[in-house]
């Protein structure tokens, strides 16, 4: 018998049970994810959690083992840990916590968290994400907050960019493999197919990247690799050289923008000449360039990329005016976009209507911190910080309750971010898998993955709403959050607060029937039998800032476009002041720039010991690569294992020699789990670029993750490697 399920990676069917399950993609869509082949192999891994444990010394956490106990025990000491942090102030507990976990609507890790903790009293909670804060905060400073969210949220749908687009401008190009990503799941992934109707059509795609498979493989384009760092540079002189062509618009930058002339002054001098100088980019193809896209139907997009770097909010804020100048804002297939490839709901359609979601509750602490300064936030308490024109302290916190993320996996130098875990009273973390965030904890409480439980999943835009049935019994002794969350709120005298009298089940019908009420859709039972419900009208026709050009004033103090923020001036940043600026890169001992881009063999660090992200590794650590005349000037070989360092630490890797990466770039997806166990001879063991990332935010305006990009060195490492342990459980008996 089969059952239907769906993940962040996408909707699957799941037959058979335990070491004989098979996950296979929903039937019917054009291009099914490979990602789904990691389900299976992870599905009784030896580093599933089985039973709750606890840390058993003080000192060391990520160093010491870890003894299982009954599950009363363990809810015990964590009850006991919450009253006792309390008492401190409701803001001494951090109630950390990231999205990515069950793609369900119920079973959100991050909203069963955040529920339990506000009906406790409160906490201090995270803003923004690693994906796209700096993009996050800027944005409502030049577009306003519907502005921001129509950006974020999908942009130019498509099917419009299919029929109407003759060029794309894509600055940190379109990587296809990150679209089959979505928050909450996709029932049908369809880009590959607007890609090739695209490429039939005539649409061609100027790719400025230093990667050249940046540029997806179903596009025709050009590959313009530019040097890390200097995007900007480049949207400036192409700016620069629209005006000089007399292709400006600027009738639209005077009725459209604040700070439009000002941004043109701005970039008088920043001509293809001075471009081609800082970029690498040839000044004729920069000229070139501009004049193309004068010539025709132009979207110029920004990957998220782009601002997971020093001052990225700048490579945003700087296409943006691009746009404006180009003067095709608001019309059908031109203008601006943003994060097109990252991930699949971008273009990909929208819903008249929100998703059913669990209620979390209003938090009754005030108090936050930006979502990448959480060792800043451990290691400094009373130190102030700036933030979007405030000013704020991180507070003394005494107790961190971690459910769903790994924040080894998003955050940077985890050298530091080792010593900031060691600082809190207690660390609680639940996990399916012996994670390195689960490492680091004093109490370790085990969860089912998706397979194990019931629930309804889509992504925002999505075409189905699937049933999540449970597949398998749970592993082991391991219990949903919802469940863990209510004998703890049982112990803490808010149980009927929490649960509201309802079981798990009873929950999943009443978000559906509530949220459903209104759509005409089939009864829960009905749904349930048929696996899946299509989610009615569902448009796939929007155009981004249509409304703008047609006279509806944008929610900015102006109701324009704000190429100039009088707002933002007015918070003092010299590094982020009112308009884009160019920073030149900083300057490194370090010879080569290390790209550390999202994988294309798993999610973020999920399911790292699954299939696909198995057989892409190189002897057993995560591949890194190389342009040849880069490797041949180290003596590396393809295949060799390589140390990469540099003032922060040091890891080894799988050498891959690719003339796909610019020369003097070298590129180290995310996500191989964490492994220290070897300290004589890296920081990393498996490949995790992060213990070589700065920790340090994009600007005092967002405090967004810098970790996109690092400077290094890297030789070939002699003699026998150690082995990976990342994924060994530290338990005492073993």
Not at 144 to 160: E, S, Y
Not at 483 to 510: K, P, V
Not at 523 to 540: H, I, Y
Not at 618 to 640: F, M, Q, S, Y
Request: with cysteine; glycine share 12%; hydrophobic share 40%.
């Amino acid at each position: 018998m089969s059952s239907t399920g769906s993940s962040h990676r996408g909707a699957f069917r799941v037959s058979g049970a335990g070491a004989t399950l098979e996950v296979t993609p929903r039937p019917g869509g054009p291009d099914p994810t490979p990602l789904l082949g990691n389900i299976a192999g992870a599905h009784r891994h030896g580093s599933r959690v089985a039973r709750p444990a606890l840390r058993r010394n003080r000192a060391g956490r990520g160093y010491d083992s870890f003894e299982e106990v009954a599950w009363d025990t363990a809810l015990d000491r964590v009850a006991e840990a919450l009253t006792r942090a309390r008492e401190h102030g409701d803001n001494a507990i951090f109630g950390g916590s990231y999205g990515w976990a069950s793609a369900g609507r119920f079973h959100h890790a991050q909203s069963q968290l955040h529920r339990f903790l506000a009906l406790g009293g409160g906490y201090t909670d995270a803003r923004d994400n690693y994906s796209f804060a700096a993009s996050n905060v800027a944005l409502p400073h030049l577009v306003g907050h519907r502005g921001t969210h129509a950006i974020i949220r999908g942009g130019t749908d498509w099917p419009v960019i299919v029929a109407h687009t003759d060029l794309v401008v894509a600055s940190g190009g379109i990587h296809a493999a990150t679209s089959y990503v979505t928050p909450g799941g996709r029932a049908t992934h369809d880009l590959r197919e607007h890609l090739r109707t695209a490429t039939a059509r005539g649409l061609r795609v100027a790719s400025v990247s230093p990667l050249r498979d940046d540029l997806a493989a179903d596009l025709a384009g050009d590959w313009l690799a530019v040097r890390p760092g200097t995007d900007v540079a480049v949207m400036f002189a192409l700016a620069h050289q629209l005006v000089a062509d007399g292709h400006a618009d600027l009738d639209f930058l005077d009725r459209y923008t604040v700070g439009g002339r000002r941004f043109l002054a701005d970039v008088a001098d920043q001509t293809p000449a001075w471009a081609a100088e800082v970029s690498g980019l040839y000044e004729a193809v920069i000229v070139a360039l501009a004049r193309r896209m004068a010539a025709g139907r132009t979207l110029i997009t920004v990957s998220w990329s782009l601002q997971r770097t020093r001052h990225g909010e700048q490579a945003l804020w700087a296409g943006l005016a691009l746009a404006a100048v180009l003067g095709q804002i608001g019309l059908s297939g031109g203008g601006f976009g943003h994060g097109y490839g990252s991930v699949g709901e971008m273009g990909g359609g929208k819903l008249p209507y929100g998703l059913p979601t669990l209620p979390r509750g209003r938090n009754p602490v005030p108090d936050f911190i930006p979502c990448a300064r959480i060792a800043d936030l451990l290691l400094h308490p009373g130190e102030e910080f700036d933030y979007d024109g405030g000013r704020y302290a991180y507070l003394d916190t005494k107790l961190v309750y971690w459910a769903g993320g790994n924040p080894f996996h998003h955050h940077q130098d985890l050298s530091r971010l080792r010593r900031a875990f060691a600082r809190p009273e207690t660390v609680i973390v639940h996990e399916p898998y012996w994670t390195a965030t689960a490492r680091h904890a004093d109490v370790v409480l085990p969860v089912p993955t998706t397979l194990e439980r019931d629930d309804i999943g889509a992504g925002r835009g999505d075409t189905h709403l699937i049933a999540m049935q449970r597949a398998d019994e749970p592993y082991a002794e391991a219990r949903d959050e919802y469940d863990i969350f209510a004998d703890l709120a049982r112990r803490l005298g808010y149980r009927a607060a929490f649960t509201e009298g309802r079981t798990s089940g009873e929950w999943l019908r009443h978000l559906y029937e509530d949220w459903g009420a209104d759509l005409d859709l089939p009864g829960f039972d009905d749904f349930w039998a048929a696996g899946e419900v299509e989610l009615p009208g569902r448009r796939a026709d929007t155009v981004l800032f249509a409304g703008f050009r047609d006279g509806r004033p944008l929610d900015t103090p102006s109701g324009r476009i704000e190429l100039w923020s009088a707002t933002v001036a007015g918070f003092g940043y010299d590094e982020c002041p009112g308009r884009p600026v160019f920073h030149e890169p900083e300057l490194s001992p370090y010879p080569l720039v290390l790209i550390c881009n999202q994988p294309a063999s798993r999610l973020h660090s999920q399911l790292d010991m699954g299939g696909v992200s198995r057989q892409a590794k190189i002897a057993g650590r995560e591949p890194l690569r190389l342009h040849p005349a880069d490797a041949a000037a180290r003596g590396i070989a393809d295949g060799d294992v390589v140390r990469v360092h540099n003032e922060l630490g040091s890891l080894l890797a799988g050498a891959r020699l690719s003339d796909a990466c610019a020369p003097g770039v070298a590129q180290l997806s995310t996500g191989a789990w964490f492994d220290p166990s070897a300290p004589e001879v890296a920081t990393c063991v498996h490949g995790n670029p992060n213990v070589l990332t700065r920790d340090v935010g994009t600007s005092r305006l967002a405090q967004g993750c810098t970790g996109q990009q690092a400077r290094v060195e890297i030789s070939r490492h002699d003699g026998p490697a150690p082995p990976v342990r990342a994924y060994e459980p530290p338990l005492e008996h073993q």
